[in-house]
């Protein structure tokens, strides 16, 4: 018996010995045969297989060191077989028929500052539901979480407001399952719509973006849903001081037909938490709001449905649908005659069909149908005892719709083509209207639309230690008979087994943008409105963008330094006016964005902690505004740092962050209400220390636990964040002549935040 468990023990032993070996390889298109033959010297293996199965097929390795498990999962990617094992040290080779079609793409970093965000040679990928808590954030909330990557600012501190290497927010595509958003926040932008805890995976680009992705000149967020048909019901609920969620998955037909339920609501309109009074009191500022409660409220609620359906192995059909609302119902006593009464309502709905099929081994055929509405409907009110009122409207609504079909075809030698074909259509429109009990006068009315046709076309090699990546996108905007011709290529270069440098650029283009309105409206976060390009006042953006860096790792040392150039034309002023005819104040321009982005960190077991720094120059240019100089843009912040440490201990784990950046830039303006220089003088610096504090309980039966709690602003530090201009219209010669006024907006004070959750 005594020798028989030693001998059990030895097995297991070779075994885990032979999986955790690492020999060193480089193949370039070498044959399988021998690479097998290779691999089962290195690691006292073998493998059997039809001569005639395996004969046909080549391996490209980039040289460094593999696990066998790490060769047998590259030869399954490069190729049309499986690999299976039989024992300890026996593997067959067999054809697989069904495999799914593996992207070529690379994992650089496993665990880009927190387990659950990966990143590979083309974009990021972060799974919210496996994020390990990130400093001040509750919940993983998406927008949030990207704020902490290198490159991403919020300067308002708000969610949705983010910043892109110079970019503006309507500059970003945000993707849900396909569905177009156009308003991804709550509370004002202050949190995401999108509920981080639906079993969700998101795609952030912030260069090399692949061709088959058009419509906006910065970021790109594509966040995906689940398809797989759960085995059995899961549920997934939680609260937090702002709102309660919950999430199911239903298996209805097995491995066959699945549903996924979302939906999240908010508390505020019954419980004023500390963590609303916060964000209460950082939103209206300067604005007459105050004392939520029955009567006042703001709500919101965001839901999602998901139907899957397999009907084999090759057919995946998946229907999603969407709804996210805001809703704000506010009044207050002027004079003792006079009730204010503002309403507003945001919406954003939306629905996608997706298509996957495929045809062999080598051929998948994606095709989506979506449709997205953003609707924005205001109204300010002044009643007066004597059955007289004075009213503004403002309402902005866009329609969007399309069909995409994009086909993947796996080519010999570890390389991939994909291309397609899109169609999308653009209905934009917005009403200004004043009115009282005798008259209607529409102070601005605009409607437009646009059908845009695209081609694109993508190519991926792997070649030894190089990954080359070319691509070239067509669109033709049919309304205004406009084409924009955008090549991409990613060049990425695996110079040792720690140092990699890649390479990058791209053209893309833009034809919709929100823009500034300054009428009588108190909700100053919610002063921009959606256009749609006319060529004329509103042209075409166009955006081109240069990138190289480096990324090295060793000894659970991670360094990656990333610089960039991006330059973009079609942009309008800031000083947008549409109220009145004679107002003329609207200024094309270009400007340029050079920044580098840096990221150190070190991890162990058990902890891990990171630096990042962003260096960044960003600068608009108007003929027509500051004698055609050159000025700072809103974006530039010239310095942003960070410095975060998480650290675990068994099932409880704590991170904390400091976060420091420069000052924005702002105009001043002199005695009369005129703008005297452009974004000349700078705000206060900025910082903040935020921490979070998560505890997991697993119970017998597989129920989980976790609750959880977090500080933004921990020392409570009041500073100054933004200073804009107001435009003023008290007379008839202001529509013509503008005047301006200034206000002053402060960071968000401490505010904590808990929240519990429950799965099984």
Same mark, same amino acid.
């Given at each position: 018996?005594? $020798? ?11 075994? @885990? ?287 999602? /449905? ?48 997706? @298509? ?89 009315? $605009? ?142 321009? $270009? ?52 410095? /975060? ?12 962050? @400091? ?33 979070? /504090? ?6 017998? $039966? ?59």
């Amino acid at each position: 018996m005594k $020798k028989i468990m030693i001998l059990g023990f030895f097995l297991c032993w070779m075994s @885990w010995s032979w999986s955790q070996k690492k020999e060193s390889f480089n193949y370039t298109d070498t044959p399988l045969t021998q690479v097998l033959s290779d691999i089962e010297k290195a690691f006292a293996v073998k493998y059997s297989y039809i001569d005639s199965l395996v004969v046909s097929h080549r391996v490209t390795l980039v040289k460094k060191h593999y696990t066998l498990a790490e060769i047998n999962t590259e030869i399954e990617q490069q190729s049309t077989l499986e690999v299976i094992q039989i024992n300890e040290r026996f593997y067959s080779i067999n054809q697989s028929e069904t495999r799914e079609i593996i992207p070529l793409k690379e994992v650089l970093v496993e665990e880009f500052l927190a387990k659950g965000i990966r990143k590979t040679n083309p974009y990021y990928v972060i799974s919210p539901q496996k994020v390990q808590t990130l400093p001040g954030i509750t919940d993983a909330d998406i927008l949030q979480s990207l704020q902490q990557l290198p490159g991403v600012k919020s300067p308002n501190e708000t969610a949705t407001g983010l910043y892109i290497r110079g970019g503006t927010a309507d500059q970003n595509l945000i993707l849900m399952d396909g569905i177009r958003l156009y308003h991804p926040g709550h509370l004002f932008g202050m949190i995401s719509s999108i509920n981080p805890n639906i079993e969700q995976t998101v795609y952030y680009y912030n260069k090399g973006v692949s061709s088959k992705f058009g419509e906006r000149v910065s970021g790109i967020i594509d966040i995906q849903s689940t398809a797989a048909v759960a085995d059995k019901v899961k549920t997934n609920a939680g609260i937090n001081a702002l709102n309660a969620d919950a999430y199911v998955q239903i298996p209805l037909v097995k491995e066959k037909l699945g549903l996924q339920l979302s939906g999240r609501k908010s508390i505020t309109e019954w419980w004023q938490s500390p963590t609303f009074t916060q964000l209460e009191d950082k939103v209206f500022q300067n604005t007459n709001f105050s004392d939520f409660g029955s009567d006042n409220q703001f709500r919101f609620h965001d839901y999602s /449905a998901k139907l899957n359906f397999k009907p084999s192995d090759k057919t995946l059909i998946s229907v999603s649908g969407l709804v996210i609302q805001n809703n704000l119902d506010y009044q207050n006593v002027i004079e003792t005659d006079s009730i204010s009464n503002q309403k507003m309502t945001i919406e954003n709905y939306g629905f996608s069909v997706h @298509w996957i099929q495929k045809y062999s081994p080598k051929l998948t055929q994606k095709t989506n149908i979506f449709y997205s509405l953003y609707s924005f409907d205001y109204l300010k009110k002044q009643a007066y005892q004597t059955h007289k009122f004075e009213a503004f409207k403002k309402l902005n609504r866009v329609v969007d719709s399309g069909v995409e079909m994009n086909f993947a075809y796996q080519m010999a030698n570890a390389s991939e083509l994909e291309f397609g074909y899109q169609v999308f259509g653009n209905d934009i429109s917005h009403l200004f209207n004043s009115y009282n009990q005798d008259l209607g006068i529409v102070l601005s009315l $605009k409607h437009l639309y646009n059908i845009t046709h695209a081609g694109f076309v993508q190519y991926k090699k792997n070649k030894g230690s190089w990954h080359f990546q070319p691509g070239l996108r067509y669109n033709f905007y049919s309304q205004m008979n406009v084409s924009s011709f955008e090549p991409r290529f990613l060049l990425q270069k695996n110079i040792a087994e720690p140092l990699i440098w890649q390479a990058s650029y791209e053209r893309r283009s833009q034809v919709l943008s929100q823009v500034r309105e300054d009428a009588a409206n108190d909700l100053s976060l919610e002063n921009y409105v959606w256009v749609l390009s006319d060529n004329s006042e509103y042209p075409v953006q166009k955006s081109n963008q240069f990138s190289s860096g480096f990324i090295f790792k060793k000894n659970n040392w991670l360094l990656d330094i990333d610089a960039y150039y991006k330059n973009i034309t079609g942009i309008t002023s800031f000083t947008l006016g549409f109220l009145g005819q004679n107002d003329n104040n609207i200024h094309r321009g $270009k400007g340029f964005t050079k920044g580098v982005d840096v990221l150190l960190q070190k991890s162990a077991a058990t902890w891990r902690t990171w630096i990042t720094y962003t260096y960044q120059d960003s600068q608009n240019r108007f003929q027509t505004l500051n004698n055609g100089a050159y000025f700072s843009s809103n974006a530039d912040i010239k310095h942003h740092f960070t410095l /975060a440490f998480n650290k675990k201990w068994s099932r409880f784990l704590f991170t904390a962050g @400091w976060f420091w950046h420069s000052g924005k830039p702002f105009s001043s303006i002199d005695g009369n209400g005129e703008i005297s220089a452009y974004n000349a003088k700078r705000l206060p610096d900025y910082h903040r220390l935020d921490v979070s /504090a998560v505890y997991q309980l697993q119970t017998v $039966k597989g129920t989980h636990f976790k609750i959880g709690v977090s500080v933004y602003n921990l020392y409570n530090r009041n500073v100054l964040i933004s200073k804009e201009l107001e435009r003023q219209y008290a007379n008839l010669s202001d529509f013509s002549n503008p005047r301006y006024a200034e206000r002053e907006f402060y960071s968000l004070g401490i505010m904590p935040n808990v929240f519990f959750r429950v799965s099984f």
